[in-house]
C-alpha cells in the first residue's frame, strides 16, 4: 500500500518560512517524480512544484518561483519544499503526490497517489 504523509505545515508571518516534508512508503520512490499542489479555501487545487526521480530536474509555477525549493532524499524516501519569503496569499493546504513515471508534469492526472494534505497559514 503506497503511503504518503506531510508534515510541517502551520502558521507563519509574511517573510517567514517554513519547510514542508513528505514521507513516501509502499514504493520504490527512487523511480517516481514527485510534485507538491496547494489548495487554498474556495480555489481549486493548483500545482505548486515537480522534481524528477533524481532531483536532476525541477520546475515551479510562476507565483513560487525564486522563493520556494523542492529537493529529494532518495535515501530517505522523503521529498521536502523549502518555503521562504511567504505571503499571505501562499496560505492552502499543501499536498504531495507521487508521480506515475519518473519524469514530471504539472497535471494532476499524472500524479496517482496523494498525501492528506498539510495546512499553511501565513498572516500579514
Known amino acids: 500500500q503506497v503511503q504518503l504523509v506531510e508534515s510541517g505545515g502551520g502558521l507563519v508571518q509574511a517573510g517567514g518560512s517554513l519547510r514542508l516534508s513528505c514521507a513516501v512508503s509502499?514504493?520504490?520512490?527512487?523511480?517516481?517524480?514527485m510534485g507538491w499542489f496547494r489548495q487554498a479555501p474556495g480555489k481549486e487545487r493548483e500545482f505548486v512544484a515537480a522534481i524528477n526521480w533524481n532531483g536532476g530536474n525541477t520546475y515551479y509555477a510562476d507565483p513560487v518561483k525564486g522563493r520556494f525549493t523542492i529537493v529529494r532524499d532518495n535515501n530517505k524516501n522523503t521529498m521536502y519544499l523549502q518555503m521562504d519569503s511567504l505571503k499571505p496569499e501562499d496560505t492552502a493546504v499543501y499536498y504531495c503526490?507521487?508521480?506515475?513515471?519518473?519524469?514530471?508534469?504539472?497535471?494532476?492526472?499524472?500524479?496517482?497517489?496523494w498525501g492528506q494534505g498539510t495546512q499553511v497559514t501565513v498572516s500579514s
Open positions: 503526490a507521487i508521480a506515475s513515471g519518473g519524469t514530471y508534469r504539472t497535471s494532476e492526472s499524472w500524479y496517482n497517489y
Open positions: 509502499g514504493r520504490t520512490f527512487s523511480n517516481y517524480a
